[in-house]
């Protein structure tokens, strides 16, 4: 019943899947220029060489409002028919992320709206998430009859914890992290004491409601999440034993990261007792990849199926990377946001040849300077308003003034000892001996002129983001049609994508 309405979404046959698959891949593979190749290395490998050049002359003069369109599919009439092409073809294959209209798939269950109480500490987008996602939960744990939950990577329980005290499920909150259970825990008892009271108020009494079961365990492989569910921790807090003594569960994970979302489709398809699995994958980067040429029987994050195993291809990092890359956080960036970000990019960018002009062994590591960026951008927030040149001291190479443009070339604007700062910040992350000799300036003005290109190229990578989690998430539904018709699986959703852009449930469940 459920599933005839997300038809709209995913009902496809394995054949229709792994065709699906295959038109991703035959339309990414001439463009492995754009997805396996890192930004930082833009000046290095001068990356935008790559690029039809007809594309980057008409992208260099758009605006940064047009460019940050593309990942979502825009295009101009007046540009060259194939750069047309490639947008919307990259749009048509991404799987389509408009939230799905819950009420009408799940009609027997009322969307909870929650309380004050229970929403404590969660921002506007937990709320959202779990007020969604614990609703489909429930009503997927109704329609295969258990009343028993397993949340891995539950974080702080707030999913466990609103499935317990709102749905009246019996939940065991699985975390790496023992401080996380402990939060949980501390959070569970304070929410106990609301939920405590509404009932003694009520007629029902009774001895008080339950709270979520939490362990601590770093969950690698099925084989330990199966050991797991042997444990008197799941088994006394099953509520709903099947005649054979085994206890239904069903297993969830809200953005359970890398491996762990494929952990969960793995024990569900190995353990008799997981009925059905709702899972919510991210952090693709952390996914675990099957090389080329490598033993076959190395359980792997990606790919899983024997359909996208067979295509022969592998994303590496830097596509795992950009699988992360949501178009609706792109359509969403205010102008100087994207601006400030392709000109980080920029820096990063001329860093990369600091590094490999001065300190060439970094580069075999893939240094990270993590968030200068975000430093960075926060002083220059702080004094935007010297944009267009007040002189007002250190922080006055600002966002650029023209409204389109990124590197004009303000006569104020000294982007020469801006871009100093920031690679000796990153040379004092990376523990680098602070040379004196190093020619910035000369970088800076070697590269400069082809930083105006970074806005173009970045934009038409990204626009294989959504494909490329497209592939990741298609290889997890083939991998569990090709089990067989015993299994019912759709992908659904979930979430408003501007609200959180990872939202694609992947629901299976066994019939
Ligand atoms: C992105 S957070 C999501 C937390 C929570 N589900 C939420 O949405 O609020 C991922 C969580 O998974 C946990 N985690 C990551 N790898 C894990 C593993 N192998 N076993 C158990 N937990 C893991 C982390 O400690 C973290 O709390």
Same mark, same amino acid.
């Given at each position: ?325 949501? +178009?609706?956080? @792109? $359509?969403?960036? =205010?102008?100087? #946001?994207? !601006? ?8 990063? *960018? ?90 910035? +300036?000369?970088? @800076? $003005?070697?590269? =400069?002129?082809? #930083?105006? !290109? ?8 990204? *626009? ?48």
């Amino acid at each position: 019943m459920i599933m005839e309405d997300s038809c709209k979404y995913s009902c496809a046959t394995a054949t229709e899947t792994l065709e699906w698959i295959r038109d991703i891949i035959h339309f990414i593979k001439p463009y492995s220029f754009f997805w396996q190749s890192h930004v930082v290395n833009f000046f290095t490998d001068r990356l935008w060489e790559a690029v039809d050049e007809e594309w980057i002359e008409c992208l260099r003069t758009e605006s940064v409002e047009c460019l940050t369109l593309i990942p979502s599919g825009f295009v101009h009439g007046h540009w060259p028919a194939s750069l047309k092409n490639f947008i919307s073809t990259a749009s048509s294959l991404a799987f389509p992320r408009e939230q799905a209209d819950l009420k009408k798939l799940f009609p027997d269950i009322p969307v909870a709206s929650l309380n004050n109480v229970i929403t404590q500490g969660m921002n506007q987008k937990k709320r959202h998430e779990i007020e969604a996602l614990a609703a489909v939960v429930s009503s997927v744990a109704k329609d295969v009859k258990t009343n028993t939950v397993i949340d891995l990577g539950a974080g702080q329980g707030y999913l466990s914890q609103v499935l317990c005290f709102e749905y009246q499920l019996s939940v065991v909150a699985i975390d790496a992290s023992s401080h996380h259970g402990k939060i949980t825990h501390a959070r569970a008892e304070r929410i106990k004491k609301h939920y405590d009271a509404k009932m003694r108020k009520s007629s029902l009494g009774g001895k008080g409601v339950m709270i979520p079961k939490t362990v601590t365990s770093r969950v690698l492989s099925s084989d330990m999440l199966k050991t797991l569910f042997d444990s008197k921790d799941i088994n006394a807090n099953c509520l709903s034993h099947s005649s054979n003594d085994t206890c239904p569960i069903l297993l969830t994970g809200l953005h359970a990261c890398g491996d762990l979302s494929v952990t969960m489709l793995r024990t569900f398809l190995e353990s008799e007792e997981v009925q059905a699995v709702v899972s919510i994958g991210c952090c693709y980067n952390l996914l675990s990849e099957e090389e080329k040429g490598k033993d076959d029987d190395v359980l792997c994050g990606y790919p899983i199926s024997k359909g996208v195993k067979s295509t022969g291809l592998y994303l590496g990092r830097n596509s795992r990377d950009l699988a992360c890359q949501s +178009a609706d956080r @792109w $359509k969403d960036m =205010e102008k100087d #946001a994207s !601006l400030h970000n392709f000109e980080l990019h920029a820096f990063r *960018a001329a860093f990369q040849v600091v590094l490999s002009r001065y300190f060439p062994k970094t580069l075999t590591g893939s240094p990270t300077i993590g968030r200068q960026g975000k430093t960075l951008r926060r002083q220059q927030q702080n004094s935007k308003i010297n944009c267009c040149g007040a002189e007002t001291g250190l922080d006055t190479h600002e966002f650029p003034c023209k409204p389109n443009s990124i590197f004009e070339k303000a006569e104020n604007v000294d982007r020469c000892s801006l871009f100093e700062k920031f690679s000796r910040s990153g040379m004092h992350r990376l523990n680098l001996n602070q040379m004196q000799n190093i020619d910035f +300036a000369g970088i @800076w $003005k070697e590269f =400069e002129s082809f #930083a105006e !290109l970074i806005g173009p190229y970045w934009s038409l990578r990204a *626009a294989l983001g959504p494909v490329l989690e497209t592939l990741i998430l298609l290889d997890r539904l083939l991998f569990l049609q090709e089990q067989g018709n015993h299994i019912e699986v759709f992908m659904l959703p979930i979430f408003n994508p501007k609200i959180s852009p990872r939202n694609v449930g992947i629901i299976a469940k066994k019939i």
